[in-house]
């Protein structure tokens, strides 16, 4: 039997950070043998925020690098690519974006929560981009997305984008566009601030030490545990509401030491956080030391992400365009002579 396909992708913003791994990334790493999995950088998605043009080609290359530091590789069916390479992606986008109404996209949280902050600012591109991430989506007919809690309202909206265009331009027998499933693990789907216990830790946050990253030295590390928020109760709990940094940081040693619940919530029942941070900030720097050496490798070598990135996008650019004759033949759009 064919594997089943998973799509995602990570907007090369700033740095990655833990919320991204055990969200997004880690998962993907753990799928890749099951699944025919395509992964991309989302570059056209950084510049509905303001962009520094100097940074982000660079940005896009370091996340690839950071995709194969963590251990996603082309031997067992992942497929690497950037986003901005495939034209598909915006021509898609503008197709799904004039068949999606408008209040859809006015009612993400996401776009709410980003267009207040930047107040009279605020690019059309952020009220548009999940029209755009339903054609990153809908392009390579995927079983699943494999994503983090924040993103599920977008993957909603993708299956309402299709749901429209089939009814539109398809027939039940023949539906232009397949319908994806979301694919969101219960543990590490929401990683939250170090600084803030009810905010989930972001890259657009603008403290440094609210978010643990990836390629983060084991200095800092111990630096942003030292000072992340704690409680002044003694003995460390799961699942108190009334304690959501404790929640969050015994989570984040759950998933980082391979422990279950159960093993944590007895070993850390009487710790206090003088014994807990440490253990906490070695684990930290134990899981992600692994990451950070094939890192330092990866990018000594341009030529080993080039061929990489390479192949993907020859990989993806067959399905991608596959997609979009489907969708526009669908639309009524002529070929060309
Ligand atoms: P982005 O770049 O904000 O996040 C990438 C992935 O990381 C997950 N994530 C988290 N998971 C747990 N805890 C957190 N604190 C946390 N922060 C981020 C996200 O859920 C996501 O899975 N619009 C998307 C990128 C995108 C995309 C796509 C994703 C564009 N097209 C198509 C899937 C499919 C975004 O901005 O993700």
Redesign the pocket.
Known sequence: MAKQRI?????P?GEL?L??Y????RNWVEMQKDYESFLFM?DL?AITVSHDPAVLAENTYKTAAIYLACGLTAEQDSTIFV?SHIPAHSELGWLLTCVTPLNWLQDMVQFKEKAVRQGENVGAGLLC?PA??AA??LLYDPDK???????KQ?LELTRDIAVRINHQFGTSETPVLKMPEPMIRKE?????SLSDGTR????SDPSELSRINLLDPPDLIKKKIKKCKTDPVRGLEFDNPDRPECNNLLTLYMLLSSQTKETVAQDCADMGWGQFKPLLTDTIVEALKPIQERYAEITQDKTILESVLRDGNEKAAAIANQTLSRVKQSMGYSRPL
């Not at 799509?7 to 907007?11: R, V």
């Not at 055990?22 to 990334?25: F, I, K, S, V």
């Not at 590490?188 to 939250?192: D, E, I, N, P």
């Not at 989930?200 to 890259?203: A, P, V, Y």
């Open positions: 799509l995602s992708g990570i907007q913003t950070h919320g991204n055990l969200g997004a990334l989302a998605h986003q981009y755009l991430q990153d989506i997305v494999p994503v983090g809690e924040d993103q977008h590490g789907a929401r990683v939250m989930k830790m972001s890259k």
